[in-house]
């Protein structure tokens, strides 16, 4: 059948059940400590730290208050990140979200969260950070003049087109340009910083004084903000998407965690102050691009370093979110919510082929509708809700089930505070500044329902798609898997 049936007795089963039948196929184990904080890493630091500082200051109102936006950004991301952890000690299975809403909350909430993930949220935020690459990548070959839109999304197409190649190819060629392009990015801000602490040392220290005059106070202003900063922490929760394809994930997830995003949220203090000192909050607020605006200051004939930078970035960015995100669709395939052809991987390259092509696929079709002045926000609105919704699943497993086996446990009280934090990201530009954009996010997730009633719950499934999925499978020479046994 297209969509394959699953005989479920509890929503909580063991990760170590393979699925009925014969399967052999599986991904491999290729993903380490090092890959694993290249991963994390690597897509939390795309084109985010170099565009959202103005708008975080814009927002807060000063600089004080917006490092202060930085800061907890950085804290809510990893106490996010440590309560994924333990999630993914209990539940050993790739699919991030979806795994743990499936598992803890059943089959309904589960389909949403797919279905907004794999037709929307990932393939827009996937586009989102190509158009940017694109704009780097060509901004030189236009100098003292925009670049024509045309130009930009053909780069930003291939830039998807070389990723699906890649990521297609080899889970090690995926994983091996994760760490070259991380090392390249991560060279670039600590440019950044060394450049800002030469500054401060010189003494130009004139945008942190008096530095909290002027705070925004409205609850919907500092949400937006929060929303701006953690565009630039997204990202922190990829290696739960991976599980299965980690290397002792018990050890690796949870040590990967604790190194990465420590390490990003440092850089990220640093760069903001280093952008501080070289510009004035207002001169900050003007620039059009961030990170440009600084090279032309600090770095003169050099400062094409920052867009080769910028264009590196949000290539490695991009990589590490196509290699998650195609891994969502994967396993909702996997598990009935999505078509079975999905859910197959390619016979020798094993890798999760067809969800990457159409992964790829939908972000094209991002790509050529339009552009993405908005999609930070309601990107963040839909992600906040079900990052909520899996955060509200831990609490139940700590309180109802503390006898499932865990090698890590996260204090109680930091997984209430991202829940807390979760209802105030989704409510409070709400209450304060309500849009009809977000009714439409809304609707959308709710559309799903029109799809999981017939599909699922009542599997009826067109003869018609048979015959598709085996033509297909013979195109692209996949077979069905079976779960990696952890």
Not at 90 to 97: A, D, F, L, Q, R
Not at 378 to 406: C, D, N, Q, V
Request: positive net charge; charged residues 10%.
């Amino acid at each position: 059948s297209t969509m394959r049936e699953r005989k479920t007795t509890d929503p909580l089963r063991s990760s170590t059940d393979l699925s009925e039948g014969k399967e052999k196929l599986r991904l491999k184990q290729e993903v380490g400590l090092i890959s694993g904080v290249s991963l994390i890493a690597g897509t939390m630091i795309g084109s985010g730290i170099f565009m959202s500082p103005e708008w975080v200051l814009h927002h807060m109102g000063n600089p004080a208050s917006s490092l202060l936006i930085w800061a907890a950004c950085g804290l809510l991301a990893m106490f996010g990140a440590l309560s994924y952890a333990e999630l993914g000690t209990i539940i050993k299975e790739s699919g991030g979200e979806y795994i743990y809403i499936l598992r803890i909350f059943g089959s309904f909430p589960a389909f949403l969260f797919a279905y907004t993930s794999v037709i929307l949220v990932r393939p827009a935020g996937l586009a989102a950070v190509c158009l940017s690459f694109a704009e780097y990548a060509i901004a030189p070959f236009y100098p003292g003049c925009s670049s024509p839109q045309v130009a930009i999304k053909c780069t930003a197409a291939a830039c998807i087109l070389i990723l699906t190649i890649i990521n297609c190819l080899n889970v090690r060629l995926a994983t091996s340009v994760m760490n070259i392009f991380t090392a390249a990015k991560l060279l670039a801000l600590l440019v950044i910083v060394v450049g800002g602490l030469v500054l401060l040392a010189k003494g130009q220290t004139q945008s942190f004084q008096n530095g909290f005059q002027g705070t925004t106070a409205g609850i919907g202003a500092v949400g937006v903000a929060f929303y701006q900063g953690l565009w630039s922490y997204d990202g922190w929760n990829n290696l739960n998407y991976v599980t299965e394809e980690l290397k002792k994930p018990e050890v690796t997830l949870p040590r990967a965690l604790m190194i990465a995003i420590p390490l990003v949220t440092c850089l990220y203090l640093l760069v903001n102050v280093s952008y501080l000192a070289a510009m004035t909050p207002s001169e900050l607020l003007s620039s059009g691009a961030v990170a440009v605006t600084w090279g032309d200051k600090v770095l003169g004939s050099w400062a094409w370093l920052i867009s080769l930078s910028v264009a590196l970035s949000t290539f490695g960015s991009s990589n590490g979110t196509f290699f998650s995100g195609g891994r969502v669709c994967y396993i909702a395939a996997r598990e009935g919510h999505m078509p079975d052809i999905l859910s197959m991987a390619h016979v020798r390259c094993l890798t999760p082929s067809p969800a990457l092509l159409f992964t790829s696929a939908m972000s094209l079709i991002m790509i050529i509708s339009g552009s993405f002045t908005s999609i930070v926000n309601f990107f963040s609105f839909m992600a906040w809700l079900f990052y909520g919704m899996t955060i509200s699943g831990l609490l139940y497993l700590k309180i109802k089930k503390p006898e499932l086996p865990r090698s890590y446990k996260v204090p109680i009280i930091i997984p209430i505070i991202v829940l807390m934090a979760a209802v105030y990201l989704v409510l409070a530009p709400i209450i304060d500044q309500p849009q009809i954009e977000i009714l439409y996010i809304v609707l959308f997730i709710f559309s799903g329902v029109i799809f999981y009633f017939p599909l699922v719950r009542f599997k009826y499934h067109p003869r018609f798609l048979e015959r598709v999925t085996l033509h297909l499978q013979l195109l692209l020479e996949v077979a069905p898997t079976t779960k990696d046994a952890n």
